[in-house]
């Protein structure tokens, strides 16, 4: 069984500074997700990861992929309040899909 | 509007009394999947499809089952109910064809469950 692990699990911090969640992952995978997930919502996709060394950026987001470490990670630069929410990694193996339990964001003003 | 709806969007149930959720997506997507978040776990597979009449276990299969008649539909049945599986409930949908085998998912709103 594909085991995905997300650290850290909550996160606080202030406007304006960077950091970084990682997500590593237990066996080989075709492709590597990054979602977001506001309280009380549904989830909402942000990334997808397909080959090593794969970087994607969308605003203050930047998310890439090792897959030989089989490490992604999701940089926040420079974070602003709009985005405190839960943000989620998964992994993808054929059609299954391993879920990390999540980083809840907060970013304090 | 593309959309993946569920329904209902809440439920208050007891031990034992068969219920379904539906999920019905107006993309045209061959793929469908089930999954249930708990606090501290994330997400995990219950079932999937891959397209109609088609559909394979997930993860966390035990106490559900699933049925694929219609590429639309694709609903979820309890079919005796127990307090574990007090979740909250999503169903996605996402395109198979080659050009789109590695597209995102799109996921429905959630169903909370609790199950007394």
């Not at chain 1, 970084?20 to 942000?46: A, F, M, V």
């Not at chain 1, 059609?95 to 999540?102: E, L, R, V």
């Not at chain 2, 049945?77 to 307090?83: A, G, K, T, V």
Request: charged share 20%.
């Amino acid at each position: 069984e594909l085991k995905v692990e997300q650290n850290p699990l909550f996160l606080s911090m202030q406007e304006g500074k960077n950091y970084t969640i990682y997500c590593n992952y237990s066996t080989t995978s075709d492709r590597l997700y990054w979602y977001r997930q506001d309280p009380g919502k549904s989830l909402e996709s942000l990334f997808v990861l397909l080959s090593n060394g794969a970087v994607k950026q969308e605003g203050r987001l930047m998310a890439s992929l090792d897959t030989k470490a089989r490490l992604s990670t999701l940089h926040i630069t420079a974070a602003v309040h709009d985005l405190s929410a839960t943000y989620f990694c998964a992994v993808a193996t054929g059609n299954q899909f391993y879920f990390g339990t999540g980083t809840s964001l907060t970013v304090i003003p | 509007e593309a959309q993946v709806t569920q329904n209902p969007r809440y439920l208050i149930t007891v031990t034992g009394k068969k219920l379904t959720v539906t999920c019905s997506q107006n993309m045209n997507h061959e793929y469908m999947s089930w999954y249930r978040q708990d606090p501290g776990l994330g997400l995990r597979q219950i079932y999937y499809s891959m397209n109609v009449e088609v559909t394979d276990k997930g993860d966390v299969p035990e106490g559900y089952k699933v049925s694929r008649k219609e590429k639309r539909n694709f609903p979820l049945i309890l079919e005796s109910p127990s307090p574990n599986q007090t979740s909250l409930y999503f169903c996605a949908s996402r395109p198979t064809t080659s050009a789109g085998i590695y597209n995102e998912q799109f996921f429905g709103p959630g169903t909370r469950l609790t199950v007394l």
